[in-house]
């Protein structure tokens, strides 16, 4: 019985950690994509720059979600395990 439990509570950490990785790399590739796309349409249409700000910041404050999601999870998952 409790072989079982330590495997589903394995293979529920392990879901949770692929989630995250999914999540970040998702999060990565629009970040990059946003950055490529505002620097091509910066150097094209000498758009102002206060829209490079505002969406740069907008960035940062996705990743600073997406890295406190991260902690809080595996916090989560570190109290599960002990």
Same mark, same amino acid.
């Given at each position: 019985?409790?072989?079982?439990?330590?495997?589903?509570?394995?293979?529920?950490?392990?879901?949770?950690?692929?989630?995250?990785?999914?999540? #970040?790399?998702?999060?990565?590739?629009?970040?990059?994509?946003?950055?490529? #796309?505002?620097?091509?349409?910066?150097?094209?249409?000498?758009?102002?720059?206060?829209?490079?700000?505002?969406? $740069?910041?907008?960035?940062?404050?996705?990743?600073?979600?997406?890295?406190?999601?991260? $902690? #809080?999870?595996?916090?989560?998952?570190?109290?599960?395990?002990?």
């Amino acid at each position: 019985m409790l072989t079982v439990l330590v495997v589903v509570l394995v293979v529920i950490i392990i879901i949770i950690i692929i989630i995250i990785i999914v999540v #970040v790399v998702v999060v990565v590739v629009v970040v990059v994509v946003v950055v490529v #796309v505002v620097v091509v349409v910066v150097v094209e249409e000498g758009i102002a720059w206060f829209i490079v700000v505002e969406v $740069s910041l907008e960035v940062v404050m996705i990743v600073v979600v997406t890295v406190v999601i991260f $902690s #809080v999870l595996t916090k989560v998952t570190n109290k599960n395990e002990q």
